[in-house]
């Protein structure tokens, strides 16, 4: 349990689902309807997501283990690594996640004529490792990196299929969809490790990294969180409008109660959060939002058909 912790099994299972929906509720059933018959095989899809799975549970491992200091600080009834799991066979567990996962997604990229496309992988997996060793210390760049990897997820289905198909991925019915899911995922992503900078703000003084609240103050932060949280309402709301107009009221319903309550709370708990507590919860329902967008893949479905 402990290296499942390490790993962050939750997390992980949001990327599965996000595979998995794509696959059975989105890509499959669109694709039989429009005739546009998807080139990537289920072996493909199955590499496709463990590959992703691998990479992102290597990430986090590394993230613990370069934490250590700051996670004493912040969060010393929760540390892993040096207390449950010894540093050497953290770096090992690193190790083989990460190999794992890049093997798997350079046998994917063979397997579809395109090896060099395998670049994605390594790219994300040093992506990753150097958010955890230098840029989550620093102002916005850790932030924009893990947001840019937690957008790139849905996305990956579109550049897979755009390998076997480049002239023709346009016209790919279910396209909009994932493109759409991948900057909700940015942006969702970006404002909870916004929200994370200012509950994990003490350990980060203690150890001088510039994150957003500690150059701009909690009040400075809060400012962007809320503004980057009304971006998004504003986006849904446009969506809302149109299916309004189309009489969708399910679509219209879903985003309402699953989307934009959570996202008002959100801003709720932001504008009066003043502890680490506050803050954490605050995150937590950040998850929420990634969670409701993830699942309106199955409300998609069922709208069309």
Same mark, same amino acid.
Request: hydrophobic share 55%; net charge neutral; proline share 3%.
């Given at each position: 349990?402990?290296?499942?912790?390490?790993?962050?099994?939750?997390?992980?299972?949001? !990327?599965?689902?996000?595979?998995?929906?794509?696959?059975?509720?989105?890509?499959?059933?669109?694709?039989?309807?429009?005739?546009?018959?998807s080139? !990537?095989?289920?072996?493909?899809?199955?590499?496709?997501?463990?590959?992703?799975?691998?990479i992102?549970?290597s990430?986090?491992?590394?993230?613990?283990?370069?934490?250590?200091n700051?996670?004493?600080?912040?969060?010393?009834?929760?540390?892993?690594?040096?207390?449950?799991?010894?540093?050497?066979?953290?770096?090992?567990?690193?190790?083989?996640?990460?190999?794992?996962?890049?093997?798997?997604?350079?046998?994917?990229?063979?397997?579809?004529?395109?090896?060099?496309?395998?670049?994605?992988?390594?790219?994300?997996?040093?992506? +990753?490792?150097?958010?955890?060793?230098?840029?989550?210390?620093?102002?916005?760049?850790?932030?924009?990196?893990?947001?840019?990897?937690?957008?790139?997820?849905?996305? +990956?289905?579109?550049?897979?299929?755009?390998?076997?198909?480049?002239?023709?991925?346009?016209?790919?019915?279910?396209?909009?969809?994932?493109?759409?899911?991948?900057?909700?995922?940015?942006?969702?992503?970006?404002?909870?490790?916004?929200?994370?900078?200012?509950?994990?703000?003490?350990?980060?003084q203690?150890?001088?990294?510039?994150?957003?609240?500690?150059?701009?103050?909690?009040k400075?932060?809060?400012?962007?969180?809320?503004?980057?949280?009304?971006?998004?309402?504003?986006?849904?709301?446009?969506?809302?409008?149109?299916?309004?107009?189309?009489?969708?009221?399910?679509?219209?319903?879903?985003?309402?109660?699953v989307?934009?309550?959570?996202a008002?709370?959100t801003?709720?708990?932001?504008?009066?959060g003043?502890?680490?507590?506050?803050?954490?919860?605050?995150?937590?329902?950040?998850?929420?939002?990634?969670?409701?967008?993830?699942?309106?893949?199955?409300?998609?479905? !069922?709208?069309?058909?």
């Amino acid at each position: 349990m402990a290296y499942l912790r390490l790993a962050r099994w939750s997390n992980l299972l949001m !990327i599965v689902l996000i595979f998995l929906l794509a696959k059975t509720q989105l890509i499959d059933p669109v694709s039989e309807l429009s005739g546009v018959i998807s080139c !990537i095989s289920n072996l493909h899809w199955l590499l496709l997501a463990l590959a992703t799975m691998l990479i992102a549970a290597s990430g986090n491992v590394v993230n613990d283990i370069f934490d250590q200091n700051i996670d004493f600080h912040n969060k010393p009834d929760k540390i892993i690594v040096g207390n449950t799991i010894s540093e050497a066979n953290a770096w090992n567990y690193y190790y083989g996640l990460g190999s794992v996962g890049l093997g798997l997604g350079m046998f994917l990229c063979w397997g579809l004529g395109n090896l060099s496309n395998s670049l994605i992988f390594m790219l994300s997996a040093g992506g +990753l490792y150097f958010y955890s060793y230098s840029y989550k210390r620093q102002f916005l760049i850790g932030n924009l990196v893990v947001a840019f990897l937690a957008g790139l997820v849905p996305f +990956l289905p579109l550049y897979f299929q755009m390998m076997c198909t480049p002239n023709m991925w346009m016209e790919l019915p279910w396209a909009p969809v994932l493109v759409a899911l991948g900057f909700f995922s940015f942006l969702t992503t970006l404002i909870r490790e916004m929200i994370k900078d200012m509950e994990d703000l003490k350990g980060d003084q203690l150890l001088k990294c510039t994150t957003i609240p500690i150059v701009l103050g909690v009040k400075g932060a809060k400012a962007i969180v809320i503004l980057l949280l009304m971006v998004l309402m504003s986006a849904i709301v446009s969506l809302q409008t149109a299916w309004i107009h189309d009489k969708d009221w399910l679509m219209f319903s879903y985003f309402l109660i699953v989307v934009q309550l959570p996202a008002a709370s959100t801003i709720f708990l932001v504008m009066r959060g003043k502890t680490p507590k506050d803050f954490h919860l605050a995150s937590t329902l950040t998850k929420v939002l990634m969670l409701g967008g993830i699942l309106s893949m199955v409300v998609f479905r !069922i709208a069309i058909l």
